[in-house]
């Protein structure tokens, strides 16, 4: 029996030894070699380590097979059940009912007995299995009471939260209704404020129309007095002139001029100009053949008139402090970017153009609509009004040049003649001529008597930016993409002086109110002022890498206002040589920029479509 043992523990062993492999890691890059657990090898020398490693492993594995094979011999006692001794059960008895003096009795007793041979072990037996099953089913119901017990206070529990939350659903199922409740409330009322408000909506739509037409007809009836002034006061001069016997005179101030196209109708001092004229041509003999073809031409007024707004220049003498100018408020007036601004000469209000096609008159400061003007097909890029304020000239992207009548709020005249779009207009001090600049390099002078192109000034070689009138004269200063400015007679077309200077190019030029000073920005940023008589620059300022759109000066001559396309206004004082920056618009392009002239104010326009007010 030994050798089979021992036969089967070295079986077991080898078997133990061929399971022994090596653990795969999948995270292992090295090829291992499979070896086969039957190939037989043989170590060569110098692998002693080895060998007494294989031989730990052999002796690892008999010793856990001898104690495998005792585990199953007590596993296989504990399954065949010994029962209980009698004398053990009554002592168990005993002590599990607390007797332990009878229990000593009995042991006292028991003992006494046994050794006076009265009996023996064998002779009593041992206790019945009826006995140890009895007992055993004694402890298995005391444990099963033990987890009755739990089970039941965990059922309270469970009831207890179970309640809790049946409480809570029906505090928010009734907190729930309640919402709902004020809900369809709040819509029942807001069904009847807007049903209220409908009601209402017609009557306030008929008097904001009222509103907006009281307005027109307070715009209108102003224009229609002005209008009336100006003619009895053409009227009286050419009386006086007559009854006097003196040579007809120019009136300085033409409020009454009127530009009435349809009708053919001249104004008072045309009227005067073209008898003086029939009169010197009668006492000239023959006139030439280009009087003859266009007899309404109108004359060019002489340059030694006086420039009434000298005087007006010293009530806007407000010093410039930092920070001075401030933001008022900003209006939403067109849906596109705001591309020009201009002042009425007389009245508060403000037109503005934009890149929607539609120009605007609006009353200021609260930016309440007048009058708004629908014609052109491209951008509106250029407006001015005629100094009398009874007209607007504007000029678009769609080569076309329009004179509005105000009093009437439609156009009344256009010019056609440019090749591509025109950028800017002026209008003459006279009121009789409007200047145009164009993208074709050209800039035209147009008489709007006779309604025709009276010259076509060439000489710039690139876009001309913008063109504007030397106050009470005839002379046109304009700004070109070629980098240069250039100052032209009105009368002949021809250029008179050219400014050189700026290193990019020019956007915008304008003149100071005293004609002495001319500003200048390009698309640098930088600013230039030019002294008109020798033609040469006396200031330049760096207002910032980002292009100077449109240029302004106050009506006191000490502020330049330049429009930028970094979101600000920029505003520099040449006499103290210091430059401030104004932002409402945040990054938004300032395109335009102008001086209110009724009162010092600032106005921007911005790409965004909104003008700013500023204080």
């Known amino acids: 029996m030994e050798a089979e043992e021992e036969e089967a523990a070295g079986s077991e062993a080898s078997v133990y030894l061929q399971k022994i492999t090596i653990t795969d890691y999948s995270k292992d890059d090295y090829q291992y070699e499979e070896v086969s657990a039957d190939d037989e090898f043989s170590l060569q020398e110098g692998d002693e380590d080895l060998a007494e490693a294989l031989q730990a492993v052999r002796q690892q594995a008999e010793d856990a097979h001898i104690l495998a094979s005792k585990a199953v011999l007590t596993s296989e006692k504990s399954v065949s059940e010994i029962p209980e001794a009698m004398d053990d059960f009554f002592c168990n008895f005993l002590a599990g009912l607390g007797m ?41 119901n005391m444990r099963l009471k033990e987890d009755l017990d739990n089970y039941k206070r ?30 369809n409330r709040l819509i029942c009322d807001i069904k009847r404020l807007k049903a209220h408000y409908a009601s209402y909506e017609p009557v306030l739509k008929q008097l904001t129309e009222k509103y907006q037409s009281a307005l027109r007809q307070k715009m209108l009836t102003g224009l229609e007095r002005d209008r009336a002034v100006g003619q009895v006061t053409g009227l009286q001069a ?35 100009l073209q008898e003086a004229r029939q009169q010197k041509m009668l006492d000239a003999g023959p006139v030439q053949d280009s009087e003859k073809r266009y007899p309404k031409d109108s004359e060019f007024p002489v340059d030694a008139q006086v420039d009434s707004y000298l005087a007006r220049a010293k009530e806007y003498s407000r010093p410039l402090k930092h920070g001075a100018y401030k933001l008022e408020k900003t209006l939403k007036l067109h849906v596109s970017a705001v591309s020009c601004l201009a002042s009425h000469p007389l009245k508060d209000s403000v037109v503005t153009g934009s890149d929607d096609r539609l120009w605007k008159m609006w009353a200021f400061p609260d930016g309440n609509i007048i009058m708004v003007g629908e014609g052109h097909t491209d951008w509106v890029s250029g407006c001015c009004f005629h100094p009398s304020g009874t007209q607007l000239v504007t000029s678009s992207g769609d080569t076309t040049v329009r004179i509005w009548d105000l009093s009437k709020g439609g156009c009344v005249l256009t010019f056609k003649g440019h090749a591509q779009a025109v950028w800017d207009c002026s209008w003459h001090s006279c009121g009789d001529f409007v200047a145009s600049a164009s993208k074709d390099s050209t800039s035209k002078i147009w008489d709007v008597n006779s309604e025709r192109c009276r010259y076509t000034m060439r000489g710039h070689k690139d876009s001309v930016s913008s063109i504007e009138f030397l106050p009470f004269s005839n002379t046109v200063l304009t ?17 008179v002086c050219t400014f050189y200077g700026h290193l990019h190019s ?79 618009q945040g990054e938004t392009e300032v395109q335009s920029v102008a001086f209110h002239r009724p009162v010092e104010l600032l106005l921007s326009g911005a790409a965004d479509g909104t003008v700013c007010v500023w204080v």
């Not at 003992?111 to 099953?133: M, N, S």
């Not at 993409?481 to 032209?488: C, E, F, R, Y």
């Not at 009105?490 to 250029?495: C, D, F, I, N, Q």
Request: glycine share 6%; aromatic share 6%; charged share 25%.
């Open 154 to 183: 965990a059922a309270n529990k469970a009831k207890e939260a179970f309640l809790k939350v049946q409480k809570e659903r029906d505090f928010h199922r009734m907190h729930h209704k309640r919402v709902v409740q004020e809900k």
């Open 238 to 272: 050419i009386l006086h002139n007559l009854e006097s016997g003196c040579a007809i005179q120019i009136p300085a101030k033409k409020a009454g001029h009127e530009c009435e196209r349809k009708k053919g109708l001249e104004g008072s001092t045309q009227k005067a």
């Open 506 to 584: 020019c956007n915008h030029a304008a003149f100071s109110l005293e004609s002495n000073t001319v500003a200048s920005c390009d698309s640098g940023g930088v600013l230039k002022l030019w002294d008109v008589r020798q033609a040469l620059p006396i200031l330049s300022v760096d207002t910032g890498p980002r292009s100077a759109n449109q240029v302004a000066f106050s009506h006191s001559g000490r502020i330049v206002a330049v429009a930028s396309s970094d979101g600000a206004v920029k505003i520099v004082q040449p006499e103290l040589g210091q430059l401030h920056s104004l932002r409402g």
């Open 479 to 495: 700004s070109s993409a070629d980098k240069t400015l250039s100052l032209w007679d009105a009368r002949t077309g021809l250029r």
């Open 100 to 140: 332990s003096r009878t229990l000593n009795c009995f042991q006292t007793e028991w003992y006494e007995l046994v050794e006076r041979g009265v009996f023996t072990a064998k002779d009593v037996g041992f206790v019945p299995a009826v006995y140890t099953c009895n007992q055993q089913l004694k402890a298995e």
